[in-house]
């Protein structure tokens, strides 16, 4: 079957770096997708990786392994608004997307 | 308006009910998702639209009926459900809606449904 695993909750401190990773294994792989998920709101687009490596964007980072099945998301600089959840998606053969449960990221002062 | 709404944001039915949910894309979007998000865990695809026409529909019970009028507009309309069924239920649009890797999806914020 195909399958998602991120921790559930992670937590770490305002202005350190924290790492959320995310491993699957889906029939066919299209692509690799994080949002970011505030409580109440509406899930955000972050990144794509559909190449192994590092993609970086401002304060925030993916990276992807295919061979591993693979990725993290890497978030720097810490700030109290960062405090929600991340949400990895594996795109599968028929380009449609699978889900992780969501990792709730607490950020502490 | 911009992005994507959805209406109401807030929604209480009883079993015999019957209710709709409504979702607009000021995207210009050929592909329109109904998700359903319970606590702790993945948001379930319900129904995918492209260009109208249903291509996905994974094993969603008969209570639940979605309806596209055109690539803007998408509805789930509600009958007989569940205590279950209260969650979340977000929708999505994406440009392509399939064949396209780096396809982002757009949510809007969802509707909190609770059936008592």
């Known amino acids: 079957g195909q399958n998602i695993d991120q921790p559930t909750e992670m937590t770490a401190t305002e202005g350190a770096i924290v790492q959320i990773n995310c491993t699957y294994q889906?029939?066919?792989?299209?692509?690799l997708f994080w949002y970011q998920q505030h409580a109440g709101e509406a899930p955000t687009f972050l990144s794509y990786n559909v190449l192994d490596g590092l993609e970086e964007k401002g304060r925030f980072s993916s990276f992807l392994s295919r061979s591993k099945g693979y990725s993290y998301l890497l978030l720097k600089e810490l700030q109290m608004k960062d405090s929600a959840s991340y949400l990895c998606a594996c795109m599968d053969s028929n380009y449609q997307l699978i889900w992780g449960a969501g990792t709730k990221l607490i950020i502490k002062p | 308006e911009t992005g994507v709404t959805q209406t109401p944001r807030h929604l209480v039915m009883g079993m015999t009910n019957k209710k709709s949910l409504k979702c607009e894309q000021h995207l210009g979007h050929n592909a329109m998702y109904w998700y359903k998000q319970s606590a702790k865990k993945p948001l379930e695809l319900m129904f995918v639209?492209?260009?109208?026409?249903?291509?996905e529909n994974n094993s969603v019970p008969s209570r639940f009926s979605p309806e596209c009028p055109n690539s803007s507009h998408l509805f789930l309309h509600l009958h007989t459900l569940q205590p279950e069924d209260s969650a979340l239920y977000l929708c999505a649009s994406s440009q392509e809606g399939g064949g396209q890797g780096n396809d982002e999806q757009y949510f809007g914020p969802g509707t909190r449904l609770t059936v008592t």
């Open positions: 889906t029939s066919g792989f299209n692509g």
């Open positions: 639209y492209n260009f109208k026409e249903q291509t």
